[in-house]
């Protein structure tokens, strides 16, 4: 098999980088890709009760464990199919499951600090950041974690101000000088997703020609 195409999609939470990436797949639909969330790598801290768990600093790259990712990418890439952490996000735990993830034509890889780890983003053939404005990052980040994460309006509040604003403007607007593409406007940016979709879709139409020449 030739090598996959591995395509790093960063940006800051609530950027819209899974609406980008739902996008673009829409555009290529006859391709399987395998997906990895940076943020299923959550560290578990289960000797800590819950209200400890919770005032962790979830921004920062040594909250993640990122060394496991490259490991599981690695594999991908050389066409092994690996298990992968889930993580519930209500509890701040991993869950005991895991989930199978196949080797596929096309690896996406997407999270806040996928660019801003060197060893990962070496391995991107592809490197996007999703830029979206601050105040709707913020709105997107209280609705999503109100809605779906079981958190409170006053602790969304305060892990913005406290860790997510702070932890972005260190590491994640930065890392953007990495990115091959950046993509304004989140998922409103059709032009920029369209490019990228035809990426996947010459990287596969072309994978039966480099096999033969390999």
Not at 44 to 70: C, F, G, K, M, W
Not at 147 to 172: C, D, K, N, W
């Amino acid at each position: 098999m030739s090598r996959p195409l591995v395509i790093g999609v960063a940006g800051g939470s609530g950027s819209g980088k899974s609406t980008v990436v739902r996008q673009m797949l829409d555009r290529a639909p006859a391709i399987s890709v395998s997906l990895l969330r940076h943020d299923w790598y959550y560290y578990d801290h289960a000797e800590l009760p819950l209200e400890e768990r919770a005032q962790i600093n979830y921004d920062h790259p040594d909250s993640l464990e990122t060394s496991l990712l490259v490991v599981h990418l690695k594999e991908l890439i050389a066409g092994r199919a690996v298990e992968v952490p889930q993580y519930d996000f209500s509890t701040h735990r991993r869950l005991a499951e895991t989930m199978r993830v196949d080797p596929a034509p096309v690896i996406i890889v997407d999270g806040i600090l996928v660019l801003a780890e060197p060893e990962l983003r070496e391995l991107c053939e592809i490197r996007a950041y999703v830029e979206t404005d601050a105040d709707v990052r913020f709105i997107r980040r209280l609705l999503r974690d109100t809605r779906e994460r079981e958190r409170t309006l006053e602790s969304v509040i305060a892990q913005y101000g406290e860790t997510v604003r702070p932890m972005h403007l260190e590491f994640v607007e930065p890392s953007k000088r990495h990115a091959h593409v950046i993509i304004p406007f989140g998922a409103e940016n059709t032009v920029a997703i369209a490019m990228l979709a035809a990426q996947l879709n010459e990287r596969v139409r072309r994978a039966p020609e480099d096999r033969e020449n390999a």
